[in-house]
């Protein structure tokens, strides 16, 4: 399975941005997620979503800004940020996996295949 995200990109704050992630097999039990990670800190859990249990989570930090969204006949994730901080900035990764049960949603090690990361970068 081959992940490829795009839509990074220099914005100011208060800015919308949204990142797409086209991959190869993506099918109705499919769970994906999104993660990011800022220089000099650990990869963190942002948005994620399983039709298989139903569930859609998101980190306290970008809860009612982000919304992680799906279009399987595209076979495309997407995550529409709004009203970006700058402590937004960041690496974005997109991730899929067909076994992530629904307490794990949140754990990088519960997906299988990750994308190569698109950058955003939100400064004035």
């Known amino acids: 399975v081959q992940l490829q995200a795009s839509g990074g990109g220099l914005v100011q704050p208060g800015d919308s941005l949204r990142l797409s992630c086209t991959v190869s097999?993506?099918?109705?039990?499919?769970?994906v997620a999104w993660f990011r990670q800022a220089p000099r800190r650990e990869r963190e859990f942002v948005a994620a979503?399983?039709?298989?249990?139903?569930?859609?989570k998101y980190a306290d930090s970008v809860k009612g800004r982000f919304t992680i969204s799906r279009d399987n006949a595209r076979s495309t994730v997407y995550l529409q940020m709004v009203s970006l901080k700058p402590e937004d900035t960041g690496a974005y990764f997109c991730?899929?996996?067909?076994?992530?049960?629904?307490?794990?949603?949140?754990?990088?090690?519960?997906?299988?295949?990750w994308g190569q990361g698109t950058l955003v970068t939100v400064s004035s």
């Open positions: 991730a899929v996996g067909d076994r992530v049960i629904s307490g794990r949603i949140s754990v990088p090690d519960a997906y299988d295949y």
């Open positions: 097999r993506l099918t109705f039990s499919t769970s």
């Open positions: 979503n399983s039709r298989r249990s139903g569930t859609t």
